[in-house]
């Protein structure tokens, strides 16, 4: 359940992405902590490496939330998920882990931007359930 705080932090995040380049977006209860335009899991990541703190008890938006994502965002401990497309396995995974969620659009599954497969680091993590795990595979991943 969703208080009235929430909800219009969720809103902002929504608002923030729907009408701007804004890939992705932090929000605090009452304002806009952080924001870019970069895509993919890098917005994640930076911050998770750079200034975890932000992350928790947060609100995170996104304009495509996969496995990967959403296990970023249980490990960084965010309180709130908003995607503009989110996969029923990401929508899974943040319901287990107690994180909520809440979108515009459903998919199966991502797929990655040739659309011709699915995402390759969702694929790589489709058996991995703990985050911490996770979070080590993407970043020995991304060092490569």
């Given at each position: ?10 809103n ?47 609100i ?24 503009m ?60």
């Amino acid at each position: 359940m969703m208080d009235e705080k929430i909800y219009k932090a969720v809103n902002h995040a929504r608002m923030s992405l729907s009408h701007s380049k804004k890939s992705f977006v932090v929000v605090g209860e009452s304002k806009l902590l952080h924001y870019t335009d970069k895509r993919g899991i890098e917005p994640l990541l930076d911050l998770i490496e750079s200034n975890p703190a932000m992350l928790e008890g947060a609100i995170v938006g996104d304009r495509i939330v996969g496995r990967t994502a959403a296990l970023m965002c249980i490990y960084s401990k965010v309180r709130v998920v908003f995607a503009m497309i989110i996969s029923d396995e990401a929508i899974e995974l943040l319901d287990k882990h107690g994180v909520l969620a809440t979108w515009q659009e459903t998919v199966p599954y991502i797929v990655e931007k040739n659309l011709t497969s699915r995402y390759k680091l969702d694929l790589m993590l489709k058996d991995v359930e703990e985050p911490e795990k996770a979070v080590e595979m993407i970043k020995e991943y991304e060092t490569r």
